[in-house]
């Protein structure tokens, strides 16, 4: 199978149920951005393993970030599922009640590891930190396109797991720093 297919040669691209739609459809544009969070966390996993943050406590980051890079794969393919045609058995694809208090999960242990905040803080600290930092707006980002579908474009449990999503990349670019020894910068 080659890589290119010649079929968005003319700035059009397919969606699961076979619509063809322009490549700036905004649903595109919500898996686009979906999908650039997703890479943007795959540099910050990959930071992890060459940052100063580089602990034997960060394996343990790494796969949760391994986790929500696979939630994201089927939280794109739900996207670009407009009409469902997703069978519900499809059970890699589903972004779950049980997805979403995962994040909680670790929302809830990293930060009892954490100084409380008292201001805002500056992104940045190591190169993972910023990485997640910026993951994070990338993430706002992706949440402001999927509410902008429309309230029953997607399922309910998509805009709160990113939602909750971007909280928890808050709380992983403040412990990847407070575990390599990166001082926060307060505002």
């Known amino acids: 199978m080659k890589i290119y297919t010649r079929t968005g040669d003319a700035g059009e691209t397919g969606l699961f149920d076979g619509t063809r739609v322009s490549k700036s459809d905004p649903r595109v544009a ?11 966390l795959g540099l910050a ?13 960060n394996p343990q980051v790494a796969e949760m970030v391994e986790q929500i890079q696979r939630d994201l794969f089927a939280l ?8 469902h045609k997703i069978a519900e ?8 009640n049980e997805a979403i208090e995962r994040l909680e999960g670790w929302i809830d242990a990293l930060e009892s590891e954490l100084p409380p905040l008292r201001r805002f803080i500056l992104a940045g600290g190591s190169h993972a ?4 930092h ?53 505002w």
């Open 76 to 83: 794109g393919a739900r996207l670009a599922d407009p009409a």
């Open 134 to 186: 910026v993951a994070r707006t990338v993430c706002r980002r992706a949440e402001r396109a999927i509410v902008g579908l429309g309230e029953n474009a997607v399922d309910a449990e998509v805009v709160v797991y990113v939602n909750r999503l971007s909280d928890l990349l808050f709380v992983l670019a403040r412990t990847v720093n407070a575990r390599g020894g990166a001082a926060e910068l307060e």
């Open 89 to 96: 058995r499809v059970s890699k694809v589903n972004v779950s």
């Open 30 to 40: 919500a898996y686009g951005d979906v999908d650039e969070l997703n890479a943007w």
């Open 45 to 57: 996993r990959a930071s992890l393993d060459r940052s100063a943050a580089s602990t034997p406590a």
């Open 129 to 132: 930190g910023a990485a997640f």
